[in-house]
């Protein structure tokens, strides 16, 4: 578990790094590009998706909006956003590292032509 959150923090920064380079998906781009992967996947065309894992940031997200918390912030102020903030990096992470894998599937889809051979 703690790998899969050192992973979507490092997802998350090189997202974040990678919008300022020329020519690589900005963070935009990856945001944009989540409901099409959803769509992919509900229809079929994208059986990629990690869907465990994004099953675990739906439940991220509703945990962050949830009035039921484990650190209340009432009570423990800055230690209570912690949580929520750790959380919070980590579905965007988790989210921005399966639109990344989707954008460079769908690039290679571009190259596709039904009936031909690619090398």
Same mark, same amino acid.
Not at 7 to 31: D, E, M
Not at 82 to 89: H, Q
């Given at each position: 578990?703690?790998?899969? %959150?050192?992973?979507?923090?490092?997802?998350?920064?090189? *997202?974040? %790094?990678? /919008?300022? $380079?020329?020519?690589?998906?900005?963070?935009?781009?990856? =945001? *944009? *590009?989540?409901? %099409?992967?959803?769509? !992919? /996947?509900?229809?079929? %065309?994208?059986?990629? =998706?990690? $869907?465990?894992?994004?099953?675990?940031?739906?439940?991220?997200?509703?945990?962050?909006?949830?009035?039921?918390? +484990?650190?209340?912030? !009432?009570? +423990?102020?800055? +230690?209570?956003?912690?949580?929520?903030?750790?959380?919070?990096?980590?579905?965007?992470?988790?989210?921005? /590292?399966?639109?990344?894998?989707?954008?460079?599937?769908?690039?290679?889809?571009?190259?596709?032509?039904?009936?031909?051979?690619?090398?």
């Amino acid at each position: 578990m703690a790998k899969g %959150r050192v992973a979507a923090l490092t997802t998350l920064w090189r *997202a974040v %790094r990678a /919008s300022r $380079r020329p020519g690589a998906p900005g963070i935009g781009a990856q =945001l *944009a *590009a989540a409901p %099409r992967m959803l769509g !992919a /996947s509900l229809s079929g %065309r994208y059986p990629h =998706l990690a $869907r465990g894992r994004m099953a675990l940031a739906v439940l991220g997200i509703l945990y962050v909006i949830s009035p039921i918390d +484990f650190i209340p912030e !009432a009570a +423990f102020l800055i +230690f209570g956003l912690g949580d929520d903030a750790l959380v919070t990096a980590w579905v965007v992470g988790a989210v921005l /590292s399966e639109t990344e894998r989707y954008l460079q599937w769908e690039a290679l889809q571009r190259r596709v032509v039904v009936g031909e051979v690619v090398r």
